[in-house]
């Protein structure tokens, strides 16, 4: 998961703790009503928000077409730490032209982040 992947999580769970105490004290300190007509308006926002990022993560979940051959590492979203070592050629057929991502003599391939690669041809 990203950086700011895990920073919105982390925002979005706190607003969502302090809204459920912010209703909790607004029953305590103002009356059931009161606190009901501000749960309504929360619950509306939240809705809103969830439909939001629901939609956005099922535009986003496309598939990829990833190859990787000859000893390389290959991935349709991120990669950490990823080790490639040249091997030869490789067993396969070549990848065909086109969208994807594709990795061949020891090579590294993201379709996002990649974080701390390293690739080594030859012996």
Do not use: F, Q
Request: glycine share 14%; proline share 7%.
């Amino acid at each position: 998961m990203t950086g700011w992947r895990k920073a919105c999580l982390v925002v979005l769970a706190v607003v969502g703790v302090a809204a459920a105490v912010g209703l909790v004290v607004l029953v305590v300190v103002a009356d059931l009503d009161t606190a009901a007509a501000a749960g309504s308006v929360v619950g509306a926002v939240a809705g809103a928000a969830s439909t939001w990022v629901a939609v956005a993560a099922l535009l986003d979940s496309g598939s990829t077409t990833v190859h990787a051959d000859g000893g390389s590492n290959a991935a349709g979203r991120d990669m950490h730490n990823p080790t490639a070592r040249d091997t030869g050629a490789g067993s396969g057929p070549p990848p065909a032209p086109g969208p994807g991502v594709s990795a061949s003599n020891g090579s590294n391939a993201a379709g996002r982040d990649m974080n701390d690669p390293s690739a080594h041809r030859g012996p």
